[in-house]
């Protein structure tokens, strides 16, 4: 196998007393899409500028290309940068902020007006070429910035926040314009975001972060069905996190009802957390079916083509089963608040966590 492109290993940064990324390990490999996802203050940006060079790690070692840059000037690695602000410079136009970086290289004017003319074709900015940055929509903004930090063709794209200023149906267009040039370029990216349906969406490995360590990592659709944690399986997505008690045996006590769920690692009489996905809940008419809870629906939320509902468990204070039901089903049903209803969950879909 090829050496990753990226490796990060036991890498830390402390300011003063406080452990900001703490003994943490990476690979990326050449042309993948990696996703760093947490909440704020996880270390996913104070690691991004570690890779980038400007901000240098208190310990660890960063090679790109197979050569260590620990200690390398930023100007002197070898990748594109876009932040939240894009940080584009309000005198010059849009085709003058893509060839900032090949001016200050001295780059002949003809192969500087040939890249600038590529990439503004790239972007579909070429109408928009001397316009300001004031001049410019968010999403032309960002598109200009994009175009900047490719201009120099780096081998390593690294994107802190890019979408974060946008709202949210430019956001969800441009996400997908972002991971089609990736491709298209087979450019190697490191994406930060606190949005887990950006990651979800676009990476080829997400890697949730939590306190300055790696929580879980894996492909979008494995941190999603199988989450390792009670922080993962509560942050990415929605989830029902539920206290229960272990039965042992994948089988657990939700108040006054039995459930099987997965295989899991804790003592029997033990307290346990069980989660599961509002889609992995479904209406049954009767306990036959197998694995129920009888509920009564505490509200409704419509969301167009279907139903959020928040259920109250029948002898679980304060516990609430999160639901999602096609607008279908809801009408059929004539399902309305106040309703007792008694729902399923298939026990591979039922992941325990030690403690409650």
């Not at 993948?32 to 104070?46: D, F, Q, W």
């Not at 790696?214 to 997505?237: C, H, K, M, N, V």
Request: with cysteine; aromatic share 6%.
């Amino acid at each position: 196998m090829a050496a990753p492109y990226l490796e990060i290993s036991h890498l830390s940064k402390v300011f003063s007393s406080f452990r900001a990324v703490n003994d943490f390990s990476l690979n990326v490999n050449k042309g993948e899409l990696v996703s760093l996802l947490g909440p704020s203050g996880c270390g996913k940006t104070t690691l991004l500028r570690a890779v980038a060079g400007l901000d240098r790690q208190t310990s660890g070692e960063i090679r790109i290309a197979g050569r260590d840059v620990s200690n390398t000037p930023a100007s002197k690695r070898n990748f594109g940068i876009l932040f939240q602000s894009y940080a584009l410079f309000p005198n010059l136009s849009a085709a003058d902020n893509i060839a900032y970086g090949l001016v200050a290289r001295r780059t002949p004017r003809t192969a500087i007006e040939k890249r600038v003319s590529e990439l503004l074709d790239l972007v579909d900015l070429q109408s928009q070429r001397n316009k300001y940055p004031a001049q410019l929509s968010g999403g032309q903004q960002q598109r200009v910035a994009l175009a900047r930090a490719l201009a120099t063709s780096p081998e390593l794209l690294l994107l802190d926040e890019p979408l974060s200023a946008l709202d949210a149906q430019v956001r969800v267009y441009l996400r997908d314009e972002i991971r089609s040039l990736q491709r298209r370029l087979d450019i190697t990216t490191v994406l930060v975001t606190h949005d887990q349906e950006e990651a979800l969406a676009i990476s080829d490995t997400v890697v949730l972060m939590n306190k300055g360590s790696i929580e879980q990592i894996g492909a979008p659709d494995t941190l999603y069905a199988q989450p390792a944690s009670r922080f993962a399986a509560t942050f990415i997505g929605t989830s029902s996190a539920l206290p229960a008690t272990a039965l042992g045996s994948g089988t657990v006590r939700l108040g006054e009802h039995v459930l099987k769920t997965r295989p899991y690692d804790a003592p029997s009489a033990s307290s346990v957390t069980i989660c599961f996905r509002p889609e992995d809940v479904r209406l049954v008419d009767t306990a036959d079916d197998g694995n129920t809870i009888q509920t009564r629906v505490a509200r409704l939320s419509f969301h167009g083509a279907s139903w959020r509902c928040g259920l109250a468990l029948t002898g679980v204070p304060d516990a609430v089963v999160h639901a999602d039901f096609t607008a279908a089903t809801v009408r059929d049903t004539a399902l309305a608040e106040g309703a007792a209803v008694r729902v399923a969950v298939d026990p591979d879909r039922i992941s325990v966590f030690a403690g409650s």
